[in-house]
């Protein structure tokens, strides 16, 4: 008779069991291995698992993220807010970090180097978890009261609103920072690469998530006051024009006053250059500063006002021009470029000229930097034209954030502008600006022996060719000697103006070279901002030594070269410095103009003993 089926065909689970019991000895080392293998499937399943829901998380985050930005695509009717979004992902989070605890994660995390990938994993779904829960979570809360507190006519703010929400902003500003901490110290570099790319891609989202929400947590404090919560607040806001470059980007052009009331604003006037040409600033910038840039007589010519990068020094001679202009006391003073503006009409649309031209977001550089120059050889006419391009925008950007259905992208707009320092800000009042100073926004030029690069362009001769000029640096960290370190820093600016089609305003030269110049050659003051405590070793220019103007600026040494750009041509600066042995790469100065400087740098190596 055939035997019963269960005795066919053994499975290879009770061999083993089997197996086992008949060698004794070996029973407990059979339990240990079961439950390794127990718990390894268990870490795969519910790593597999996690993965899923952090995915999701993701998946509405970006949606979200996009949904926000300018030009993004507007919400349908009846579509979660961003604060129901937000709390969708917390949930996944949360889920993720459930799955990645318990005995078998916690076990296996701390196995030496067997361990790092899930120490990695355990430790980003925890991060993942705070940081939708404690950041995003309240972020999304604020903004959206903020947002729907805001008024429909001119852009009113409910600035106790905004005032209510500071603890919360400055807690979760706090909190970003923490998980950005704990993120870094993860393992890196483990046997999984998956693991290790969970690891980068969160701490890429933490770099934008944590100087978002300090600025989040600075305007909640700074905002009421600065909008005149206690009382009305009036501000100088100036037009740089990048075609000519300057040390906080470009040419003090056209400028209006804003004015600031329990969050209502609203521009007073709006006037040219020529109203303050003539007048001259009482005010003080120290020893250091007139050695540096007196002989430009910044504070008594208002197109010299901003040649150093330093921007609290150009708002300062703002205001003290203004009070002696117009007698008005002033309570900071904001700049804005072009490239700004482009910025901002992305999110609250085009505006309209008196003569029916359509300033956009993609023409407004371009128009107001290069074709207005012959659509109006005339001067008077031209200066007036900048006035109505400056006007027409201001009233959009006015009626955009009065505009529920742009207010959040104009908002987030704004945001970026101020990121990149495109925008910046200066508050007469004390307290105001030592929170404004530690931002891009404030433009300041930091002091301090961390290492630093900047390269900084002034216009030397009365061209606005500065339109046309691409920028190059390259940053490299070399050997430690005994005097310190060796870097080397090779900057090229290259002049693409055309050779004719140029309208005479654009290249004629006030600076009356002894040599003779073509039409679209260009002359620049070039400096060279360097490390606190850095030594020139040796200078060139196109390979020649060269000998270079050395001044210091807020403790940074500072060389500049004046030098002939001709049209089509391309020059280069090398410094070979000494610098205070440091492992960390330099922070750079940005200054902005029509194109962006293009920079590399090499990471330094330690310095041995």
Same mark, same amino acid.
């Given at each position: 008779m055939p035997r019963p089926e269960r005795g066919l065909a053994p499975s290879i689970a009770d061999r083993a069991v089997r197996w086992c019991?008949?060698?004794?000895?070996?029973?407990?080392?059979?339990?240990?291995?079961?439950?390794?293998?127990?718990? !390894?499937?268990?870490?795969?399943?519910? &790593?597999?698992?996690?993965?899923h829901e952090l995915q999701a998380a993701q998946r509405t985050l970006e949606s979200l993220r996009h949904r926000a930005a300018p030009g993004g695509p507007a919400a349908a009717p009846g579509t979660r807010t961003p604060a129901d979004a937000v709390r969708d992902a917390a949930a996944r989070a949360a889920e993720a970090h459930r799955l990645t605890t318990g005995p078998a994660w916690y076990t296996a995390a701390h196995l030496p180097v067997l361990g790092d990938p899930v120490r990695t994993v355990r430790g980003a779904a925890e991060a993942a978890d705070r940081l939708?829960?404690?950041?995003?979570?309240?972020? !999304?809360?604020t903004a959206g009261e903020l947002v729907a507190g805001a008024g429909a006519d001119g852009g009113h703010?409910?600035?106790?609103?905004?005032?209510?929400?500071? +603890? /919360?902003?400055?807690a979760a500003s706090r909190h970003a920072s923490e998980v950005r901490a704990d993120v870094a110290a993860l393992p890196r570099g483990t046997w999984l690469p998956a693991a290790d790319r969970a690891r980068a891609l969160l701490a890429g989202q933490l770099d934008l998530v944590v100087p978002a929400t300090a600025e989040a947590a600075v305007a909640a404090r700074l905002m009421p006051s600065m909008l005149g919560e206690r009382g009305p607040r009036r501000y100088l806001v100036v037009f740089e024009n990048t075609a000519e470059a300057r040390g906080t980007g470009g040419l003090p052009g056209a400028f209006a006053i804003l004015t600031a009331d329990r969050g209502r604003l609203g521009f007073e006037r709006f006037g040219n250059d020529g109203e303050l040409a003539k007048v001259r600033a009482s005010v003080d910038l120290g020893a250091e500063y007139t050695a540096m840039h007196g002989r430009h007589a910044p504070t008594g010519v208002w197109v010299n006002s901003n040649v150093s990068p330093h921007f609290p020094h150009a708002a300062r001679i703002w205001?003290?021009?203004?009070?002696?202009?117009?007698?008005?006391?002033?309570?900071?003073?904001?700049?804005?470029?072009?490239?700004?503006?482009? &910025?901002?009409?992305?999110?609250?649309?085009?505006?309209?000229?008196?003569?029916?031209?359509s300033v956009t977001a993609a023409n407004v550089v371009d128009l107001t930097e290069r074709t207005s120059y012959a659509a109006f050889p005339d001067t008077v006419e031209r200066k007036?034209?900048?006035?109505?391009? !400056?006007?027409?925008?201001?009233?959009?950007?006015?009626? &955009?954030?009065?505009?529920?259905?742009?207010?959040?992208?104009?908002?987030?707009?704004?945001?970026?502008?101020?990121?990149?320092?495109?925008?910046?800000?200066?508050s007469a009042h004390p307290s105001e600006q030592r929170e404004l100073a530690s931002h891009p926004f404030g433009g300041v030029l930091p002091d301090g022996?961390?290492?630093?690069?900047?390269?900084?362009?002034?216009?030397? /001769?009365?061209?606005?060719?500065?339109f046309y000029l691409d920028r190059r640096m390259d940053w490299?960290?070399?050997?430690?000697?005994?005097?310190?370190?060796?870097?080397?820093?090779?900057?090229?600016?290259?002049?693409? /103006?055309?050779?004719?089609?140029? +309208?005479?305003?654009?290249?004629?030269?006030?600076?009356?070279?002894?040599?003779?110049?073509?039409?679209?050659?260009?002359?620049?003051?070039?400096?060279?901002?360097?490390?606190?405590?850095?030594?020139?070793?040796?200078?060139?220019?196109?390979?020649?030594?060269?000998?270079?103007n050395q001044m210091t600026e807020r403790g940074h040494p500072v060389y500049t070269v004046d030098m002939e750009l001709p049209r089509g041509a391309t020059r280069t600066l090398v410094?070979?410095?000494?610098?205070?042995?440091?492992?960390?790469?330099?922070?750079?100065?940005?200054?902005?103009?029509?194109?962006?400087?293009?920079?590399?740098a090499r990471p330094p190596g330690p310095c041995d003993g």
């Open positions: 019991r008949r060698r004794p000895v070996l029973a407990a080392w059979c339990a240990v291995t079961g439950l390794v293998l127990a718990g !390894a499937a268990w870490i795969a399943v519910t &790593g597999l698992l996690a993965r939708t829960r404690d950041v995003l979570s309240p972020l !999304a809360d703010l409910d600035l106790s609103a905004l005032r209510r929400a500071a +603890p /919360a902003l400055h205001s003290a021009m203004w009070r002696a202009h117009s007698g008005q006391r002033l309570d900071g003073a904001f700049a804005l470029d072009p490239g700004a503006l482009a &910025g901002l009409l992305t999110a609250a649309g085009p505006a309209k000229l008196p003569d029916g031209t007036a034209f900048f006035l109505d391009v !400056a006007r027409a925008t201001s009233e959009v950007l006015l009626d &955009g954030a009065g505009d529920p259905a742009r207010r959040s992208a104009l908002f987030a707009a704004l945001r970026g502008q101020l990121r990149e320092g495109r925008v910046k800000v200066w022996p961390a290492p630093f690069a900047g390269l900084v362009v002034n216009n030397a /001769a009365g061209t606005k060719l500065d490299r960290a070399g050997r430690c000697t005994a005097a310190g370190r060796e870097v080397t820093v090779t900057a090229s600016l290259t002049n693409r /103006a055309p050779g004719s089609g140029l +309208p005479a305003y654009v290249t004629q030269r006030v600076d009356r070279p002894p040599y003779r110049t073509r039409p679209g050659d260009n002359r620049l003051l070039v400096s060279y901002y360097a490390t606190e405590g850095a030594r020139l070793a040796r200078a060139t220019v196109d390979g020649r030594p060269a000998m270079l410094l070979e410095l000494l610098e205070r042995p440091s492992d960390r790469p330099p922070l750079l100065l940005h200054q902005r103009l029509v194109q962006p400087l293009r920079f590399t």
